[in-house]
């Protein structure tokens, strides 16, 4: 079992960066494939981005390609989400995920374990 406490949400103009951090608890951060997600108000959960267990692989949403990076040190059980060139539109609750699997997935409903969330507002 894995608890995660995601942090570095904040308020930011169009244009702006955050770096969210996950950070996990427990000793086998690295056999958990992780992922990230957001929920806008009124919006479903959507898949942002998920890396595998070693990082080496690493899925985006199109929505954030090029603008978004996931990464992990697994020497300190934690993953990242470096957010680029921000819009209004990613304004949301992110949320990141766990699974304990080789597989990486997109789709909420594999992960097993979830943070409390992280919220990011981009103003216009």
């Known amino acids: 079992q894995v608890q995660l406490v995601e942090s570095g949400g904040g308020l930011v103009q169009a244009g702006g960066s955050l770096r969210l951090s996950c950070a996990a608890s427990g000793r086998t951060f690295s056999s958990y494939a992780m992922g990230w997600f957001r929920q806008a108000p009124g919006k479903e959960r959507e898949f942002v981005g998920a890396?595998?267990?070693?990082?080496?692989?690493?899925y985006y949403a199109d929505s954030v390609k090029g603008r978004f990076t996931i990464s992990r040190d697994n020497a300190k059980n934690t993953v990242y989400l470096q957010m680029n060139s921000l819009k209004p539109g990613d304004t949301a609750g992110y949320y990141c995920?766990?699974?304990?699997?080789?597989?990486?997935?997109?789709?909420?409903?594999?992960?097993?374990?979830w943070g409390q969330g992280t919220q990011v507002t981009v103003s216009s």
């Open positions: 995920a766990g699974r304990q699997s080789i597989v990486v997935v997109t789709t909420a409903d594999e992960y097993r374990y």
């Open positions: 890396i595998s267990r070693s990082g080496g692989t690493t």
